[in-house]
């Protein structure tokens, strides 16, 4: 059974950093899409980064592109998202999911396995 763990969320004022980590057990990096969520107080969850582990390709949404790098590393069956220059409306609980696929989805609906989350709260 395909497992994902976050961890790496906390307190950071806002101009800080941090880098999430999504473990995965029970699958090995290839043929996934990954995908990294956000779920802000009172809004709905929304994507922010995703990665095709067949192609490499990668996608941003706007809010968070120039400030957000996703990464893998297959030797620790793991993918990154490092998130530079917080703001308070990153605020949230991340989750990172995936999906077999060559490409990347980016519907919620089209991810099978979630992680717990992860709390992230940046400070003005």
């Known amino acids: 059974q395909l497992r994902l763990v976050e961890s790496g969320g906390g307190l950071v004022q806002a101009g800080g950093s941090l880098r999430l980590s999504c473990a995965v057990y029970g699958a090995q990096l290839y043929y996934q899409s990954i995908g990294w969520f956000r779920q802000a107080p009172g809004k709905e969850r929304e994507g922010v980064s995703y990665l095709s582990t067949s192609d490499g390709n990668t996608y941003y949404a706007d809010s968070v592109k120039g400030r957000f790098t996703v990464s893998r590393d297959d030797a620790a069956n793991t993918v990154y998202l490092q998130m530079n220059s917080l703001k308070p409306e990153d605020t949230g609980v991340y989750y990172c999911?995936?999906?077999?696929?060559?490409?990347?989805?980016?519907?919620?609906?089209?991810?099978?396995?979630w992680g717990l989350g992860t709390q992230v709260t940046v400070s003005s």
């Open positions: 999911a995936t999906t077999s696929s060559p490409w990347i989805r980016y519907r919620e609906n089209e991810y099978r396995y």
